[in-house]
């Protein structure tokens, strides 16, 4: 061979494995300008805390009984024994009906019933206040016409609603706890209602509160809070919040494989600036900034 043919040879092979090298090197710009670029998003690492879970609702107090006495018989008040707003004693007479003497002595003679008797004498049926409104002296009474009124707060009684997510964990062995004007006070579930209300989906609950000294009145606003128990929650923006497919609202996070995962959740506490929600694990990476943007299962970077 002679050193013409060799150099056409050399120079050859030496444009070949340029072209080679030129190709690949493009190919691997193109490669990598066609891998897709993931969506970055910003991350918040949120660690859960143990707080105590209950159920909050304004109500109003209520007297725990409060009933009128009326007349069986056509008849005329003598006199008011007692003062509208004084207490009274179960069994204390309070009105004198004009027929009262007779009676009282034809019944001490035994020639009159004591159901006939009481027809007249309308006794306190238990302990309680007078009320304002009662029948004066001198008024004619009508039978089924109140001749006065009484009121018993030794005990008070407090009406709420809880929706049937809530009801299932309520019973009458939860504690309560009952804010009175400022004052908190222990209450007591006395009556769960065993059906909700068509309309609202909601289940009456009544709490019975001691007032024994009277303390409290009747009207008076207050704020029911029912414990559950303790749980495990997140305290996250409200800004942060994703609805799943079904439209249940939840939030997303970051799993192991840096992937996007819509988790559930269920909210116990809402304020203006904060929520505390339960359904998470107890360490999660929540997406804060760009979950709008990305879908359950994507890749995403952080």
Known sequence: MNISVFKLLLTSFLIFFFNIYIFASEWGKAEKKNDPKLFNVEVLESTAQIISDSIDFSSTTEAHRRIEIKSEVMTTVEKVLVKAGKSIKKGEHIIKLEEFDTNQE?????????????????????????????????????????VYEIIDLSKLKIFGYINENEILNISEDNEVDVTILGESVNGKIDYISPFSDPNTKTFEIVVNVDNQDLKFKDGLSSMISI???????????PSILSLGDDGELGVKVIDEGNKVLFKKINIIEDTSDFMLVTGLDSQEQLIIVGQQYVSNGEEVDF
């Open 227 to 237: 414990k559950k128990g303790e749980v495990l929650a997140h305290k996250i923006s």
């Open 106 to 146: 034809l019944y001490e003679l035994d020639l009159l019933s004591e159901n006939e008797f009481k027809k007249i004498a309308l006794f306190a049926p238990f302990d309680g206040i007078l009320l304002d409104g009662h029948k004066i002296g001198g008024e004619l009474v009508m039978p089924g016409e109140k």
